[in-house]
């Protein structure tokens, strides 16, 4: 019996999801030591980022939303440039590489006081070494683990991102509180550096990037398929191949439709904490709040993957868009600690069911080799999205909940509840698109097994049936072989 069977009873499952874990490799387990260190330090400067520029460098709402807009696209666009290279080199020296040049933007991202180098940094450094380094943690993952397990694997995979997510939050207010003027440090060639509470942050991910680095480097190890030798290709011999799979194209759509729900999450980032601290004042403890998220991720994945893994991903990626889609309505209705609670709580539901499966659901259609250019292209709709998100947040920041001036919170919420639910409305309707139904009629009649009154032979019982095209190979086969056997005899 498999786990995604119906008929498995919940404590089944419980098992045989720890014998799962049980057979992991050891490369599976540093991958995913490798994802918490990593994504601990694109969480501190996730929420950090847009306080970070107007504090430090007095950028405008506008200016700071803009700023994270273009580097989180430029991720994108980066990894779109490099998504062939990371399949020709592999895994490990992609991550090598990735972990070398994040390690060493952040600790420059801790020193600079030039908006230029600044600016560099967040556009060129940091992006190149995320596209080397995020996308590729899931393509070790899925190499490493066997398809059977890819469920259970994905779940740990995003329950061990929110663990770092988690770990985060709570970092961002506890420095703050510690250091809130920040600390000297020094004297370095005479001179004495006051590094802030944002930079100390920063800091702090650089040093577990360094560990990443040498993780990478001299433990984690490429799996080989023996039986295919490693063919270098072009990128454009790549490119065209894969441009010509008609799975791709449908996956695409599917990725494009899910830009609304990635919105409202983005916004957690870019406009959520600026409203708190505008909406309850400069005390607003946002990094707690935004911790629940990856809690309730933490304790609903594990929970939600056991029970509902018979369920299939295009499903689960549906209910969790509409639960997402809604969650803004929340702070559309008040403004306190318990609609922020609520708001990241119904998000958080959502973001459990959706998101574990759509890493599952994406390199379960990329071909063996090319799940980096998949990946690549499949992030080219989210280009301008992130860019977007970004304009868009300063924009509902400056008119709705200005610094300083009349505020309307609520009606900026309205607004990204809106265009949230566009998502899972398109996605409602493209369904047969997404995944093309099969002539459900005709299918039925065929695999229906058909029954005699009586068994009119010595194969009995199994005289009354036969194999419909969804059954397995072996019960085919079985049914063929015993066709043959009755004819010969």
Not at 157 to 170: E, K, L, R, S
Not at 433 to 452: D, G, L, N
């Amino acid at each position: 019996m498999r786990l995604e069977d119906e008929r498995c009873t919940w404590g089944q499952r419980v098992r045989m999801s720890a014998q799962v874990f049980r057979e992991f490799s050891v490369d599976t387990w540093l991958i995913l030591l490798l994802k918490f260190m990593e994504s601990y330090g694109y969480y501190i400067l996730a929420y950090e980022l847009v306080v970070f520029l107007s504090e430090e460098y007095g950028f405008t709402d506008q200016e700071a939303g803009w700023c994270y807009g273009v580097h989180n696209t430029l991720v994108s666009v980066y990894g779109f440039a490099i998504g062939t290279w990371i399949d020709n080199v592999g895994v490990k020296w992609s991550l090598t590489c990735g972990f070398f040049i994040l390690f060493c933007s952040r600790i420059a991202l801790t020193c600079v006081s030039s908006i230029h180098a600044l600016l560099f940094i967040l556009f060129v450094c940091l992006p190149v070494g995320s596209a080397c380094g995020i996308p590729v943690l899931a393509i070790g993952m899925k190499r490493h683990c066997e398809q059977q397990h890819w469920t259970i694997a994905f779940s740990a995979f995003y329950i061990i991102m929110n663990a770092a997510a988690v770990t985060a939050a709570p970092m961002v207010d506890a420095f703050h509180m510690r250091w809130p003027d920040g600390v000297e440090m020094g004297p370095f060639f005479g001179i004495v550096y006051q590094v802030s509470s944002y930079r100390l942050l920063i800091f702090s991910s650089a040093l577990l990037t360094l560990g990443s680095f040498f993780i990478a480097f001299l433990v984690l190890r490429d799996k080989v398929d023996r039986d295919e030798p490693k063919v270098i290709r072009s990128p454009a011999s790549i490119y065209k191949e894969v441009l010509s799979q008609p799975q791709f194209w449908r996956f695409m759509l599917l990725i494009v439709l899910l830009v609304g729900v990635r919105f409202v999450y983005r916004n957690l980032d870019a406009t959520f904490p600026k409203y708190m601290v505008r909406e309850l004042g400069h005390e607003a403890l946002y990094g707690s709040v935004i911790a629940i998220n990856p809690l309730c991720v933490i304790v609903a994945v594990p929970i939600l993957s056991v029970a509902l893994m018979h369920v299939a991903p295009l499903k689960m990626i549906f209910a969790g868009a509409v639960i997402s889609s809604i969650s803004p309505l929340v702070l559309a209705s008040g403004h306190s600690y318990g609609n922020c609670v609520g708001f990241v709580t119904v998000l958080s539901l959502g973001e459990a069911l959706w998101s574990p499966r759509l890493f599952q659901y994406t390199l379960s259609v990329a071909p063996s080799g090319k799940e980096g250019t998949y990946m690549a292209l499949a992030s080219t709709p989210t280009f301008l999205s992130t860019l977007m998100i970004g304009a868009v947040s300063g924009v509902l920041l400056d008119r709705f909940c200005p610094e300083h001036g009349e505020k309307r919170g609520e009606v900026m919420w309205l607004c990204i509840a809106c265009i949230a639910m566009v998502s899972p409305v398109l996605m409602y309707l493209l369904m047969d698109v997404i995944e093309p139904p099969a002539q459900a009629a005709v299918e039925k009649a065929v695999a229906t097994p058909r029954k005699s009154p009586t068994p009119t032979s010595k194969w009995g019982a199994f005289e009354r049936m036969e194999a419909g095209p969804n059954d397995p190979w072996h019960r085919r086969l079985f049914f063929e072989a015993q066709s043959f056997m009755r004819a010969m005899s």
